[in-house]
């Protein structure tokens, strides 16, 4: 089993529509999650931390669910400048080194 | 600004050369690692470093090997390059301070084998 699956979509959808996408992961000892985008052709670069009490940046917001091992990011009324490629990323804490999922894949169509 | 920088953006080598994909980071970040990116694979980590002269193997070391000599630069060798090597390539540090947060990574390098 890998250590974070994703949904790799792709997932197409019109502008200001509401998109969720979820992860879930093996290692209950996991420290810290992030969501990371992805552009194509180009380096990941931090989206947003997430946490259990979730968090919220502007029209994104990512939620924790520790017991269950799943964390969420929701968009809301999605831009064209929305389409990326995201990616799920854990910190286990006690290796210094991230763990990716393999991405979910998002267009947002005129 | 904070910079990771690579050397190529894209590489086309023949199989069998020796291949060498510089890295270069001006934060001075303890962590360095090399990542490779293959559609529906995902990033997978091939080596770290957390101090100058040291390595650490990562998820698929084999035919690869790293070379740091400075804190600052983290070189990722392909002994004998072969077609299943071709792959985009990150560079990335980070600082243990900062846990999971201040990863940087550099723009990529997409090494083509023929």
């Known amino acids: 089993r890998k250590e974070v699956e994703q949904d790799p979509g792709p997932f197409n959808v019109p502008e200001g529509a509401t998109v969720a996408f979820n992860c879930t992961y093996s290692?209950?000892?996991?420290?810290?999650f992030f969501w990371y985008r992805q552009d194509c052709r180009k380096e990941p670069k931090l989206l947003m931390s997430v946490y259990s009490s979730g968090n919220e940046d502007g029209r994104f917001t990512a939620q924790l669910n520790r017991a269950s091992q799943y964390i969420s990011l929701l968009i809301r009324d999605s831009k064209l400048s929305d389409s990326a490629t995201y990616l799920c990323v854990l910190y286990p804490g006690s290796a210094r080194q991230l763990t990716f999922g393999s991405g979910t894949q998002l267009t947002v169509l005129p | 600004d904070v910079k990771v920088t690579q050397s190529s953006r894209y590489l086309v080598k023949r199989t069998g050369e020796k291949v060498f994909l510089e890295c270069v980071q001006d934060?001075?970040?303890?962590?360095m690692f090399w990542y490779r990116q293959d559609p529906g694979l995902g990033l997978r980590l091939i080596y770290f470093s957390y101090d100058v002269k040291m390595k650490e193997k990562g998820d698929i070391p084999e035919g690869y090997s790293v070379s740091r000599e400075k804190k600052e630069r983290f070189s990722l060798i392909l002994e004998s390059a072969s077609t299943n090597q071709t792959s985009m390539y990150l560079c990335?540090?980070?600082?243990?301070?900062?846990?999971?947060?201040?990863?940087?990574f550099g723009s990529g390098t997409r090494l083509t084998v023929v």
């Open positions: 934060m001075d970040h303890e962590n």
């Open positions: 290692n209950s000892a996991s420290q810290s």
């Open positions: 990335a540090s980070s600082s243990p301070g900062l846990g999971g947060y201040g990863y940087t």
